[in-house]
């Protein structure tokens, strides 16, 4: 099930990693529907995409099943809010979409003999006291934290993708996505990159929680999604870490964007968020292995190109 000409259904399409992939899937000559109800999604994401014969866009609610017509070969689940600003706002949301909007996807793969992709994440880690983190770690979870409605969803969404593929022998794919940045993603996000350029724009203080001594590993989006291509397209059904392994500490990154954006900003600190994680870096030694991957965009490249992007968007918010 490789190449182009594909039937393809991506949730969350309209989200920033989605409408990435989607129009990457566009490109290759497959046919996509995306599925998005644009609780965090937006429609701008993926207008340039409308007028194409290959891409049609269906708003619905993956909590609810999903009817479908036409045949479809594969499905990437990438539907859920995943930013920390979203987890206190809609917790609920967010189980029921890992959960229950998982199954739904599972059981319209089941219909469809379709291969499916689960997005998952690093948060499945939790505060890792394994470092880097390898695929063999069972992480380190606060299950009743601010957080645990993303982390334990998205640890209830593998053992569901798992429990499927083993029991009704579905084929499946499981990628824990690191920190991904790029354009497209909401200014009002709450995560590191696009809070830090929007406050770096605007020349406000960029805020730093905790010591700013915790580490992230940041991937540039293009080099997640064609990742999650080939990883779709592998042969590989146990999780595979997808991010970039260069490592550094958010004060470092809060002084890149500053000097980027050529920004007048003050660095200031607030309060450590409930169960930030210390130290964040993915081993990819299983990406690298079996599907040939690894990220190839810099840090500062990637940046730039993010800061750039966002000029528009964030002048209009001021």
Known sequence: ???????????????????????????????????????????????????????????????????LDESIDQVYNLASPASPADFAKMPLQILLVNSVGTKNMLELA??????????????????????????????????????????????????????????????????????????????????????????????????????GKQTRSFCYVSDLVQGLVKLMNSGYGLPVNLGNPDEITVMRLAKVIKKISGSASKIVFSKKMQDDPCRRKPDITIAKRLLHWQPSTSLGNGLLQTIEWSKTGVANEI
């Open 110 to 211: 089941v219909e469809k003999n379709a291969r499916f992709l689960q997005a998952s994440t690093s948060e499945v880690y939790g505060d890792p006291l394994q470092h880097p983190q390898r695929e063999t770690y069972f992480g380190n979870v606060n299950s009743i934290g601010q957080r645990s409605c993303y982390d334990e969803g998205k640890r209830f969404a593998e053992a569901l993708v798992m429990a499927y593929s083993r029991k009704l022998d579905l084929q499946t794919r499981i990628a824990r996505i690191f920190n991904t940045y790029g354009r497209r993603m909401r200014h009002d996000d709450g995560r590191a990159v696009p809070a830090f350029i929007k406050a770096a724009l605007q020349n406000k203080p960029i805020t730093v929680f905790g010591s």
């Open 1 to 67: 099930m490789k190449g182009s000409g594909l039937s393809i259904v991506v949730t969350g399409g309209a989200g920033f990693i989605g409408s990435h992939l989607c129009e990457a899937l566009l490109k290759e000559g497959n046919k996509v529907v995306c599925v998005d109800n644009f609780v965090t999604g937006r429609k701008e994401n993926v207008q340039p995409f409308l007028a194409e014969k290959n891409f049609s866009l269906v708003e619905h609610d993956i909590t609810l099943p999903l009817k």
